[in-house]
């Protein structure tokens, strides 16, 4: 089972901008994370992994860097995050850097002078091509719209930038670009930090030459991303950084990489690979889409049985050869309640329910800012109250294809990123806590409710089944090691399946709806001598256990001895 401690950790992701404000100019700092610190721990995490809070000018919130060795003025500064960092390692627990490898800020000292002229030492250091045909040098369509170039008037090429026009990537095809990064790299694990997260990691490789995207019938096409993710350099890239930095530090690493399924994501986290520990997936993410070329604002209805056949195949693919990351929410998705439980009626079941889950599947859980007092979705009226970049291109873009407002409100109100990043709700006053000026961006509506202060105070709130939950994976192996196997595969509506390590096995029982369906358990996974490790309901008593009848989004977790005769 290749036990490692990075595998029996709970990941609590930080979203500095909108965690806490301490000096009252709306925006969260790092002031106002050591000030939580304690929440956290009391909440029992191991790791926090916060997101970028280097020196940036904030098209993408801290996702375009301008100095990767600076603190952005707005979060503190270099003080600042040795103390934060001094105070996570007082409390035992760890620190997770989000590093942004694949592009930087157009401020960044590298890119000003990398554009002043062609021949200018730094010109290299990003990816610059003259136009064809008048227009840009070929059809890739970015991430957040529109073409991955942009013409640069001073020297009149066009430079490459997958994300918004503010983030030119860095050219990985030229050695120096890679020493630099590999030293600031360094920098940090000399500074203590525990682990990365490597941000869009997947893109660092392009398709050399840079052709025409085209589809199989070989004409061109603009959903062109495979013409920059996921390439075999990548990897060589990837072992070079391990082998060279990463190796010598006793750290956690996972990279985002979208656009792969388990076998490939193999070739990034196998044991033996020398590249990363886990990396997020998500194919899981994409289960609402329409198809999986519409992208995501196409929002269609979801089924269990796609997300069982995803999961259960990361589980079975990944097991003994490498590593989980497993998540429902992040900075860039909705809320995991809003998206996959029911906010209107259920909320408090299930969002444990879906704790439940992902903290009982195979592989290190990840929680998301406000995941654990389930915190919802928004939906702002109008555009002007939204923040994210990919959601107000969107807009325009959809605007000049003339969507109606409402449809793309709607997709905006399903799908933008901003859905996640409206401020933490720690209790009921001022701006929930958050602030004591105007935040950035505006708190949910529900905060009189839905809030940290609350869920601390309820014994039956979501933040203390969050604490059960970790507190279970600190006690049995078997929720951390234990192989994953998928029952009732055909059940549209409940979300079996056991664990097994040695003589332990868990069986964990999900229903993903509001109805109440009768469970038919094989015979031999749940007896009167398992025990109940955790459930979002109160137990009734003299149930019959082959014919469970379910309420909605409940969830139960079962430990049993396989030993004969055993009690447990
Ligand atoms: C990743 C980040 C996202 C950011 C993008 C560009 O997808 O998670 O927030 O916008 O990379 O850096
Ligand atoms: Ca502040």
Known sequence: MNPKWWKENVVYQIYPISFKDSNGDGIGDLRGVISKLDYLQELGVDMIWICPIYKSPNHDNGYDISDYCDIMKEFGTMDDFDTMLR????????????????HTSHEHPWFIESRASKDNPKRDYYIWRKGKNGG????????FSGSVWELDPQTDEYYLHLYSKYQPDLNWENPVVIDKLHEMVQWWLKKGVDGFRFDAIAHIAKTH???DALNPAGTPTVRAYEMFSNLENVHTLLQNLHDQVLYYYDIMTVGETSGLGPEQALDYVGDGRRELNMTFQFEHMFIDAASPG????????WSLLDLKQIITNWQTVLHDQGWNANYL????????VSRFGNDLYYRVPSAKMLATFIHMLEGTPYIYQGEEIGMTNVAFESIDNYRDVETLNYYEERRRAGVPEEKIMAAIHAKSRDNARTPMQWDDSHEGGFTTGVPWLKVNSNVMEINAMNAVKDPDSIYHYYRQLIALRKQHKVIVYGKYELLLPDDNEIYVYTRTLEDQQLLVILNFFDKEPVCQLPSGVVSEKSQLLISNYPLVKGEDLAQLKLRPYEARVYLQSLKEGAAN
């Open 87 to 102: 105070e996570i390692h007082a409390r035992g627990m760890k620190l997770m850097m989000d590093l942004v490898l694949n």
């Open 136 to 143: 840009p040098p070929n059809n890739w369509e970015s991430y």
């Open 209 to 211: 030459g840079y052709p």
């Open 294 to 301: 519409s992208g995501k604002w196409d929002v269609v209805p």
């Open 329 to 336: 929410c992040n900075h860039d998705q909705p809320r995991s």
